[in-house]
């Protein structure tokens, strides 16, 4: 589902999971989002810098071995604004 909101962010679809910090909201979840075609996020507010720098490391690895996303459903993750959160 192409919109201008998942142009600019370089996504399939319009779905942001929102970062729940101190909750639900882990390096798997925003993965899967991501791998999926939305915006993963991570609730870290309450983490130090080196949980932040470790959930950002599991969130590229997972995202890395899995991601599929294709021109005919948005254009490339390459670049896009929500790849390069992780890369």
């Given amino acids: 589902m192409e919109t201008s909101f998942t142009r ?25 989002v991501s791998n999926a075609g939305g915006l993963g996020s991570l609730g870290a507010g309450y983490w130090s810098p080196a949980q932040i720098r470790d959930a950002i490391r599991e969130v590229r690895r997972k995202r890395d071995a899995v991601s599929t996303h294709s021109k005919s459903r948005a254009s490339s993750s390459k670049g896009s604004a929500a790849a390069r959160l992780f890369s």
């Fill in 8 to 32: 600019k962010l370089g996504i399939a679809y319009p779905i942001v999971q929102a970062p729940m910090a101190s909750g639900p909201a882990t390096p798997e979840l925003a993965a899967a």
